[in-house]
T-cell receptor, first 114, second 111 residues
Framework: GAGVSQSPSNKVTEKGKDVELRCDPI?????LYWYRQSLGQGLEFLIY????????KSGLPSDRFSAERTGGSVSTLTIQRTQQEDSAVYLC????????????FGPGTRLTVL | QKEVEQDPGPLSVPEGAIVSLNCTYS??????FMWYRQYSRKGPELLMY????GNKEDGRFTAQVDKSSKYISLFIRDSQPSDSATYLC???????????FGAGTRLAVHP
């Protein structure tokens, strides 16, 4: 596809359930980022992938959050035992590492934890 | 204190007005500065990207960086209703180029 895609676009879950959010970056983009956008905190960095490795996980808020990337392409963000404070829009961005730093964002997944 | 401060607005202006959006930051190590525009229920899209102090112009948009004051601005000339969106300043941080965002300013341009 031409841009970054994310699925699902919306996810409603019950407190305590696990959720998986998917990101398909732009083809050929080696760098991939996850961010979270919430009303109280704005847009915050979560994790960075270069290829399949994650050299910067400093933004993950707790050990309930994990992410992986396979084949240098698709990435999955997993939230275990979801809490109400996890409700936010989760955004994925990709870029060619070492270029102009422009990150191309997907439309996001809106997560609501009841 | 947050690394990047941005007035969240909202800001409401009439069509044709000049809009000024601003951010301040605390860490003088920041070298790259960006402005993103985000429409409702969409991902942010890059508007302007600057490296050095001074002005950079692109059509109706001008980005201004003053590193000595740690102050960045985005000016929109002849604002249009289609400019109604949230504008986020972003600073590039560290070797992995993660973005540190301001809170975003909601702008409404009314006809």
């Amino acid at each position: 596809g031409a841009g970054v895609s994310q699925s699902p676009s919306n996810k409603v879950t019950e407190k305590g359930k696990d959720v998986e959010l998917r990101c398909d970056p732009i083809s050929g983009h080696t760098a991939l980022y996850w961010y979270r956008q919430s009303l109280g905190q704005g847009l915050e960095f979560l994790i960075y992938f270069q290829g399949n490795s994650a050299p910067d996980k400093s933004g993950l808020p707790s050990d309930r959050f994990s992410a992986e990337r396979t084949g240098g392409s698709v990435s999955t963000l997993t939230i275990q035992r979801t809490q109400q404070e996890d409700s936010a829009v989760y955004l994925c961005a990709s870029t060619l590492a070492g270029t102009s730093n422009e990150q191309f964002f997907g439309p996001g997944t809106r997560l609501t934890v009841l | 204190q947050k690394e990047v401060e941005q007035d969240p607005g909202p800001l409401s202006v009439p069509e044709g007005a000049i809009v000024s959006l601003n951010c301040t930051y605390s860490n003088s190590a920041f070298q790259y500065f960006m402005w993103y525009r985000q429409y409702s229920r969409k991902g942010p899209e890059l508007l302007m990207y600057t490296y050095s102090s001074g002005n950079k112009e692109d059509g109706r948009f001008t980005a201004q960086v003053d590193k000595s004051s740690k102050y960045i601005s985005l000016f929109i000339r002849d604002s249009q209703p289609s400019d109604s969106a949230t504008y986020l300043c972003a600073l590039v941080s560290g070797g992995y180029n993660k973005l540190i965002f301001g809170a975003g300013t909601r702008l409404a341009v009314h006809p």
